[in-house]
Nanobody
Framework: QAHVVETGGGLVQPGGSLRLSCTVFGGIFNSYFMAWYRQAPGKEREVVARINIDGYISYADSVKGRFTITRNDAKNTVYLQMNSLKEEDMAVYYC????????WGQGTQVTVSS
């Protein structure tokens, strides 16, 4: 079964930026609707952004105007550009198909702190 590897997390100050990458191994990437999810301590995993194969994109209200999701089908990779980061964005970020059909990766930790 296809699996994913997420990278790009780290420690950033409020107002800073990070770019996350997620590469899918196996499967047929250009057939997947893809999404970024995040899970903060004590909270349920939530969808942050998703991108369909026809280019349709949607965002959670909490990140609209700050985050941008893109995909490169030639590289089997989906990206999440995160700008103007807030402390409430701090979470482990995961990618998966939408709806979920891939094995979860380990995620990448995003820490927003001054």
């Amino acid at each position: 079964q296809a699996h994913v590897v997420e990278t790009g997390g780290g420690l950033v100050q409020p107002g800073g930026s990070l770019r996350l990458s997620c590469t899918v191994f196996g499967g047929i990437f250009n057939s997947y609707f893809m999404a970024w999810y995040r899970q903060a301590p004590g909270k349920e995993r939530e969808v942050v952004a998703r991108i369909n194969i026809d280019g349709y994109i949607s965002y959670a209200d909490s990140v609209k105007g700050r985050f941008t999701i893109t995909r490169n089908d030639a590289k089997n990779t989906v990206y999440l550009q995160m700008n103007s980061l807030k402390e409430e964005d701090m979470a482990v970020y995961y990618c998966n198909s939408y709806p979920i059909s891939l094995n979860w990766g380990q995620g990448t930790q995003v820490t927003v702190s001054s």
